[in-house]
């Protein structure tokens, strides 16, 4: 594939988002549709930080509290408007959201590319890469359990500043609520969007005018965004400085998400939502709170709940309620995409996927996932019980994934687009410091919680690390164990393998053209029958998220054009699920040897039963995570769209 086919231009829709051309009016509907729905799903994570930024950085149960001061807060304040500004702002908006693979980002669609372009680094860069950007999925997955649990939790937390007595009630209202987040998910991104759009623009409607409440009683918090302030307060007080930083990045929380949802929504309308609604809002939040503390310290117990006057308090909780299930859509959504992509990648099995719309192909509901999620949070939201005791753990992978991104995102812009090197090594040096920097400070959280991302990290980590490296090891030996199929097919066309041809087709599904499939030769040595009209197909997921379709399908005759037997090869991108009997029933009978009786044809799957055998080809536990990692794999003939009445399951052992 020519480098960079398929590729939208920077500011333009893909056009799986229904960006066609046609009359002006039509495309501004769809425009603000999708800004709508991008603040339904995306901006939930980022958009509800405030609720309990400010509160944990002057929280006085933090291990390195910051104390209450004029120039404190003054410099807080700034740190996190720049904050917002260089990582989600510059980073990701304006710089990591253009290193789009076809239209979907997020740290897989950047291992992707960097996939893509590895004949051109040693194998230790590529290596080295690569674990980087898997490491970075991995943290997501924990940002991914982390997010609903904290959020959610803050926003009903509220309900203590308006009735004390109901505190007790906070823990098992979030657990409803999380519960039923989850049951819906099934409906899928499109319905959740429209439901949430709405309520997200009011949202952002309440906290910029509480904001502006707060601004107009002291006006002279706005100079808290001259970048001085933030400066001073860093340099001039590094000690208290450094250790805020581990509740400042919290404002950040939410950045990954945007960049991994990107494929849901394009990044035009994501850029259009952040710059015109959703970065005002918070950062007027961010200025009146730090207004309200100013006024009187001891509003540093709920600066965002008490900034509301008394008789919105009750409706704010209601809705920030609400706005936080949005924070909790937004990192779902991303961990579908994330997993899906890490499948057809091959660092996880094959997941049971469900497309839940019909012209948006990245909107995806993974089951598996959705019930593992909700566990999970669950587990956390009874074992920490407040936001304030998870807000140390959620820095850590909030961080750790921004720094990745970062890392992968350099060398996509010098390998794809050769930025020169003093410019990029400029712009290196001031995103790479600002990142280590939060890295450093919520590491001296680690006991207090940040050792729970990184744990959560590591494992995901090893599990796709063992899969990849045992499905090398398990194909490796199905080539040794299935032979050549040109040699096969020789066989058969000479005699040597005497069989009886029987009308009908049969499909053979199969990893390559390399091999014979195991199915076929057990059909043939023991049952000695072979179908009038067979093929061998074969899937092949490319690193891209959709193949077009004059590239969809390649046929293969095997070396005879009089035998009816061919090889398909199917390509699909990693953001599709291949159908198999539609792809057939692309080929005409000149392109198979004969007409394809699909309305009646066989198909034949080979199933492994995985063993741990002696050789030392992984440590003993790797072997063990490997084989249990196989029992979550999706059903063959569902994923391939099979017609389970006549489908064929024929079984095999290998020894790993």
């Not at 920077?10 to 056009?15: L, S, V, W």
């Not at 729905?37 to 609720?51: C, K, N, R, W, Y």
């Not at 200025?287 to 100013?294: R, S, Y």
């Amino acid at each position: 594939m020519d480098e960079g086919q398929g590729e939208a231009p920077p500011g333009q829709e893909p056009a799986a988002q229904g960006s066609q051309a046609g009359p002006s009016g039509a495309r501004q509907t769809v425009r603000l549709a999708l800004v709508i729905g991008a603040l339904g799903v995306v901006f939930g994570d980022i958009g509800t930080s405030p609720i309990y930024t400010l509160q944990t950085v002057f929280s006085p149960s933090d291990p390195h509290p910051v104390p209450v001061s004029t120039q404190n807060v003054y410099g807080v304040v700034s740190l996190v408007f720049w904050s917002v500004m260089i990582i989600v702002t510059i980073t990701y908006v304006l710089l990591a959201m253009r290193a789009d693979n076809q239209g979907e980002g997020g740290i897989m669609a950047l291992i992707t590319l960097v996939r893509q372009r590895s004949s051109q680094l040693g194998r230790r860069t590529a290596v080295v890469l690569a674990a980087l950007g898997i490491f970075g999925a991995s943290l997501f997955f924990g940002d991914s359990m982390i997010t609903p649990a904290i959020s959610v939790l803050s926003a009903v937390e509220g309900v203590k500043v308006v009735e004390p007595s109901l505190g007790s009630a906070v823990v098992p209202i979030t657990a409803v609520i999380i519960v039923i987040l989850f049951l819906v998910q099934r409906r899928g991104t499109a319905a959740v969007g429209r439901v949430f759009g709405p309520v997200m623009i009011a949202w952002f409607t309440a906290v910029g005018a509480c904001g502006i409440g707060g601004i107009v009683d002291h006006p002279g918090i706005l100079r808290a965004l001259w970048p001085s302030y933030a400066l001073s307060f860093l340099f001039g007080h590094f000690g208290t400085a450094f250790f805020a930083l581990a509740a400042v990045v919290l404002a950040v929380t939410g950045a990954e998400a945007l960049y991994a949802d990107m494929g849901h929504f394009g990044r035009p309308a994501i850029t259009r939502g952040w710059l015109f609604l959703v970065f005002p809002a918070c950062i007027i939040r961010y200025l009146g709170q730090g207004a309200l503390i100013l006024d009187d310290p001891k509003n540093i117990s709920s600066p965002f709940f008490l900034l509301v006057p008394h008789w919105g308090r009750w409706p704010m909780i209601l809705l920030a309620t609400a706005a936080t299930v949005i924070a909790s859509q937004a990192v779902i959504t991303g961990a579908y995409s994330v997993t899906s992509q890490a499948a057809q990648l091959g660092y996880l099995p094959r997941l049971r996927i469900a497309h839940t719309s019909e012209t948006t192909i990245g909107q995806i509901y993974v089951p598996w996932v959705n019930w593992l999620l909700m566990v999970s949070v669950l587990t956390l939201v009874f074992a920490f019980r407040s936001s304030t005791a998870l807000a140390f753990a959620f820095g850590m992978a909030v961080t750790g994934t921004i720094t990745i991104t970062t890392l992968l995102f350099l060398y996509i812009a010098r390998a794809k687009w050769g930025t020169p090197r003093w410019l990029l090594a400029s712009g290196a040096a001031v995103l790479l410091f600002v990142d280590l920097l939060f890295v450093g400070a919520n590491l001296t959280k680690f006991v207090h919680g940040a050792w729970l991302p990184l744990l959560i990290g590591l494992t995901v980590f090893t599990i796709m690390t063992t899969w990849q490296r045992g499905r090398r090891l398990v194909t490796a030996q199905r080539e040794r164990t299935e032979g050549s199929l040109r040699a096969f097919v020789d066989e058969l066309r000479s005699g040597e393998l005497p069989v009886r041809e029987v009308p009908g087709t049969a499909v053979f599904l199969n990893r390559g053209k390399e091999t014979a499939p195991l199915a076929m030769r057990a059909n043939v040595e023991h049952n000695h029958v072979r179908h009038e009209q067979v093929v061998i197909l074969s899937i092949e997921t490319e690193p891209v998220p959709r193949v077009q379709d004059d590239r969809r399908v390649a046929v293969d005759s095997l070396g005879y054009a009089d035998d009816g037997i061919v090889h398909v090869t199917v390509r699909v991108g990693y953001m599709e699920t291949p159908d198999v009997p539609a792809t057939l029933a692309m080929l005409d009978a000149s392109q198979t040897e004969g007409p394809l009786e699909l309305d009646r044809a066989s198909y034949f799957l080979s199933k492994i039963e995985l063993q741990r055998g002696k050789a030392r080809t992984m440590a003993p536990w790797r072997k063990r995570l490997f084989i249990a990692t196989s029992y979550i794999t999706a059903d063959a003939a569902e994923h391939f769209g099979l017609p389970r009445h006549r489908t064929v399951i024929m079984g095999s052992r290998i020894e790993v």
